[in-house]
């Protein structure tokens, strides 16, 4: 079974200042790992995703993340917000042992970033 | 390239009643997932359907069931509503439904029940 903790349910900010979403997982298998944004009245969208290689991957938008495999973990950060990064983010891991898990997700809880002027 | 379509957008039924939901996945791709979005439960997994079958399942009663079309359209219907089924219901698409692909979501359907 595979889990997913958002330490934080909303984080406020001022705009340009740096920002973390933390993200923890806990799973019997190793796993992929996304970072997914929903703004209001919209589906979610992918933000990054890490498969393997390096453990720092990176949005076209400013966003990365870091994957520690130590502290099962996948923290989102950005160095300047906008107000436009105003947003539910969620983190979701899915199963890469090779299962039937086709199409499945285990998402967090969500992180609502709200940034301000 | 059209992204994934849900209809209807809003749904108002009462307890007891049924209830059709309806997903258009982005042209090419041919499995479809849905996902029940609650406050309290957050995103959880409903099931997956590749090629008119389903091959995986989440932790849902029966009530809930769903279908895919040769033309990898897909439906979900929730019979014997309870109070508790009011939810943003989405649905989202990948060409394989691997679990390191990207999934694409609709907009979802936002089901009240009375």
């Known amino acids: 079974a595979q889990s997913v903790t958002q330490l934080d349910s909303q984080v406020p900010v001022f705009e340009e200042a740096p920002v973390e979403l933390r993200c923890n997982y806990s799973?019997?298998?190793?796993?992929?790992l996304f970072w997914y944004v929903q703004y209001p009245n919209q589906g979610l969208q992918l933000l990054l995703k890490?498969?393997?290689?390096?453990?720092l991957v990176e949005s076209i938008n400013g966003f990365e993340a870091e994957f520690n495999k130590s502290q099962t973990s996948f923290h989102l950060r950005k160095p300047s917000v906008h107000i436009s990064d105003t947003a539910e983010y969620f983190c979701?891991?899915?199963?890469?042992?090779?299962?039937?898990?086709?199409?499945?997700?285990?998402f967090g809880q969500g992180t609502i970033l709200t940034v301000h002027p | 390239k059209a992204g994934v379509t849900q209809t209807p957008r809003y749904l108002i039924k009462t307890r007891g009643q049924q209830v059709t939901l309806s997903c258009s996945p982005i042209?090419?791709?041919?499995?479809v997932s849905w996902y029940q979005q609650t406050p309290g439960q957050g995103l959880q997994f409903l099931f997956e359907y590749f090629s008119e079958t389903q091959r995986n399942k989440g932790n849902f009663p029966g009530r809930f069931s769903g279908r895919q079309f040769s033309n990898s359209r897909s439906e979900m219907n929730v019979s014997t509503l309870e109070l508790g089924d009011s939810a943003l219901y989405l649905c989202?698409?990948?060409?394989?439904?691997?679990?390191?692909?990207?999934?694409?979501f609709g907009s979802g359907t936002q089901l009240s029940v009375l």
């Open positions: 890490y498969l393997s290689g390096s453990t």
């Open positions: 989202a698409s990948s060409y394989y439904g691997t679990t390191r692909e990207k999934l694409f």
């Open positions: 799973s019997s298998v190793s796993v992929y």
């Open positions: 042209s090419g791709h041919r499995s």
């Open positions: 979701a891991v899915s199963d890469n042992a090779g299962g039937t898990s086709y199409g499945k997700l285990t």
